[in-house]
């Protein structure tokens, strides 16, 4: 899974100020002034575009290169029309698709250069660099007005990395330290570290000059929380950490939630929620606040009671807290979240079904508003959930927020099982793996996007449910596409797999 890849411009000066490396960008256009696009917005229209990792994709034959479909929007929702898939073959992406490099394992976007288009970035986890294996490779689609340029940088996330590090397992975007422009979060099996943009590094080279400029970022390192400092992790690490976006004490920019897990780690030190925070300078985040949890699956944040602070959802799927898994909700507060919180699950008054066990429920989860009354709302993957007599069917919940925040009142069940939702309900296929919650059509309303990677013997499958003022349900207008809309099918698209959000 070796590659040659775009060498690394090191910004030396500022650099070894920071104590971190400058990752050099070529882009499709200069830098501008205008006014930042919002996420996942890749043409600069107003409409977000979807983004789908299918890393164990195959790409010229080789089973686990990976590869990403990209599908942009307008105001009927998503245009299948227009669509891209791109990958490391792809003319003008660095490195060469290797079987097992796992490229499309996570996405994030942002408008990292401020220029009106929003950039994407894609992590292959199982990347090579050198004679180091397994260490994790980072590229970085840029926006402009046809769509995103495959003219991208690719390069290592960093020198030193152990075999087996897998940095980029997660990705988030935002502006992180509150300074001009968004900022790159990423996890690893060794550690987590982020890229600060910074449009003063530069360097300039032929291809640089023939595109027309480069972008720069200024990268920073960090321990996981209690982290062991030997940590080799092999091709699935048991240590699992993620990070997410999250507005919780101010609208002005997001905090960066990370959630951790080592199973080796010492017993009550296995699983942590930090919320940092940017410090004066902006250079470097802090912890604001630290929650250890029973278990860590997915997380979300959102205002879900509208007191204009960001509560925290975390999902915790497993049997060992309630059967078939629970959420922890922690309130939002002027100092970041509460450390106490309450407990949410199938059992709870209000939400639909009985718990068994394997359901998963809150594996993953995505929070938005999908009723225009102001307040945030959850949805709830529960891919482990046996419809009807097909185990492992999959379904999700809706979750409405409340003057009192997340409860049961008002939950809403889907599953392919549910009038006006596409398909049946069938043995393995997953469906709530991944949820998104994303205004597709601008509309004020979150449309919810769920995967169902199992759909068809792991072909995978994306649905698109429209919000509206009661929710999700009664279900209309509902969408289902195959591998077959992007020309995807026979290669183990597993469509629904990651999703950004």
């Known amino acids: 899974m070796r590659t040659r890849l775009l060498a690394r411009a090191v910004a030396t000066a500022t650099a070894a100020a920071l104590g971190g490396l400058g990752l050099a960008a070529v882009t499709a256009a200069p830098a501008s002034a205008a006014t930042p696009a919002k996420p996942y917005d890749f043409n600069g229209d107003g409409y977000v575009d979807l983004a789908v990792g299918s890393p164990h994709g195959k790409v010229g034959g080789?089973?686990?290169?990976?590869?990403?479909?990209?599908?942009?929007?307008?105001?009927?929702?998503?245009?299948?029309?227009?669509r891209q898939v791109i990958h490391q073959n792809t003319t003008g992406v660095g490195g060469t698709a290797e079987s097992g490099d796992h490229f499309g394992y996570a996405v994030a976007s942002a408008d990292f250069d401020s220029d009106g288009f929003a950039d994407l970035a894609v992590s292959a986890p199982d990347e090579d660099s050198g004679s180091a294996t397994n260490v994790?490779?980072?590229t970085i689609f840029w926006g402009m007005s046809s769509g995103l340029s495959t003219y991208a940088t690719t390069d290592a996330f960093e020198s030193g990395l152990p075999n087996g590090a897998?940095?980029?397992?997660?990705?988030?975007a935002g502006n992180f330290n509150g300074l001009e422009n968004a900022d790159?979060?990423?996890?690893?099996a060794a550690g987590w570290g982020w890229f600060a943009f910074d449009p003063s590094i530069s360097s300039q080279s032929a291809k640089a000059a023939r595109i027309g400029g480069t972008?720069?970022?200024?990268?920073?390192?960090?321990?996981l929380p209690g982290g062991r400092a030997d940590v080799r992790a092999a091709a699935a690490p048991s240590v699992q950490a993620k990070v997410r976006p999250g507005y919780s004490v101010t609208k002005a920019h997001p905090d960066l939630v990370l959630t951790w897990y080592d199973p080796e780690a010492a017993a009550g030190e296995q699983n942590w929620v930090v919320l940092t925070q940017p410090t004066n300078e902006g250079r470097s985040l802090n912890s604001r606040t630290s929650i250890k949890t029973p278990a860590v699956g997915g997380a979300a944040v959102g205002d879900f009671n509208g007191d204009g602070y960001g509560d925290l959802a975390v999902g915790r799927p497993g049997d060992a807290g309630h059967t078939g898994g629970e959420i922890g909700l922690y309130k939002g507060t002027a100092e970041g979240f509460e450390t106490t919180g309450t407990v949410l699950n199938t059992a709870t008054a209000?939400?639909?079904?009985?718990?068994?066990?394997?359901?998963?429920?809150?594996?993953?989860?995505s929070a938005a508003?999908?009723?225009?009354?102001?307040?945030?709302?959850?949805?709830?993957?529960?891919?482990?959930?046996?419809?009807?007599?097909?185990?492992?069917?999959g379904g999700l919940f809706l979750l409405l927020g409340s003057a009192s925040g997340i409860t049961g009142s008002g939950a809403q069940w889907l599953s392919q099982d549910t009038e006006g939702v596409p398909g049946g309900a069938e043995k393995n296929d997953k469906f709530g793996y991944q949820v998104a919650l994303l205004d597709l059509t601008r509309d004020g309303y979150s449309d919810l996007v769920v995967g169902g990677p199992g759909e068809n013997a792991d072909e995978g499958s994306l649905t698109v449910l429209r919000g509206r003022s009661t929710g999700v349900r009664p279900v209309t207008g509902a969408v289902t596409y195959g591998p077959g809309t992007w020309k995807v099918y026979g290669i183990g698209a597993t469509l629904g797999l990651v999703v950004g959000d």
């Open 62 to 82: 080789r089973g686990g290169a990976g590869f990403v479909t990209v599908t942009y929007g307008r105001s009927a929702g998503l245009n299948t029309a227009k």
């Open 136 to 138: 994790g490779a980072l």
């Open 166 to 172: 897998r940095a980029g397992t997660s990705l988030a």
């Open 184 to 188: 790159l979060a990423y996890t690893g």
């Open 215 to 223: 972008r720069a970022f200024v990268h920073q390192r960090l321990p």
């Open 350 to 365: 209000g939400v639909p079904g009985t718990p068994a066990t394997g359901d998963r429920f809150g594996a993953d989860l």
């Open 369 to 393: 508003d999908v009723d225009k009354d102001g307040r945030a709302d959850l949805a709830i993957g529960a891919p482990g959930t046996k419809v009807g007599s097909a185990t492992t069917a």
